[in-house]
């Protein structure tokens, strides 16, 4: 996709803070650190646009941006970290289940797993409640350049046997040397333009 233009919106902890429009969304879900603002500014072609923390834990929103003034991306807070204080953990887990169970504009959800590694309880425990909610989700595996191409074979093999078989689709991605991008982004405008074709008829 050409990026014309990418902006953030806003920020939001409650659905009444939500953007109020018909654009399409797609949430990128995920471990803290596996890389969903990394591969947001990979995706719109903008170093800064989403804020890559140094440490894990530090995206505690959800988070709007928006594309070529047609499509939405969603930055929703990471889970996971284990230092990160009890009471806000706390917060997260309504936070994001309000938002991936009442988001009507929501069309896609990416599941970020870091490539090289098998996924956590929590990835698949978020794995089965997107099946379990009826949402359309994709695997998307990151910093797939930390590995050689025989040892992503290898690991997409053992992938393909840990996760559940609803993706519609498993797509090995690097933020950093910008591979996989395409094949993404054919799927999120594939998504997209299916959910522009559902809100008409609303």
């Known amino acids: 996709m050409i990026i014309k233009n990418a902006e953030f919106i806003t920020s939001a902890v409650e659905s009444s803070q939500y953007p109020d429009w018909d654009c399409p969304e797609i949430a990128m879900a ?6 969903k603002s990394s591969l947001i500014n990979a995706l719109c072609n903008r170093k800064g646009l989403a804020r890559v923390a140094a440490a894990p834990g530090k995206t505690r929103l959800v ?3 928006r594309v070529n003034g047609e499509i939405s991306l969603v930055d929703l807070a990471g889970y ?4 990160v204080a009890k009471t806000t953990k706390a917060t997260w887990g309504p936070m994001i289940e309000t938002y991936l169970k009442t988001r009507q504009q929501l069309c896609l959800v990416l599941l970020l797993l870091d490539m090289r590694h098998d996924p956590s309880e929590e990835d698949l425990l978020m794995e089965r409640w997107l099946q379990a909610t009826g949402r359309t989700y994709g695997i998307v595996l990151t910093k797939a350049d930390k590995l050689t191409r025989q040892e992503q074979a290898r690991r997409l093999d053992v992938l393909r046997n ?4 609803d993706a519609c689709g498993i797509f090995p991605v690097s933020a950093d040397k910008w591979t996989g991008l395409d094949d993404l982004w054919q799927l999120m405008a594939d998504a997209a333009n299916r959910e522009n074709t559902i809100s008409k008829g609303r």
């Open 30 to 35: 995920g471990r803290s650190n596996v890389g």
């Open 80 to 83: 996971g970290y284990a230092r």
């Open 63 to 65: 988070n709007f941006y």
């Open 162 to 165: 840990l996760l559940l078989p």
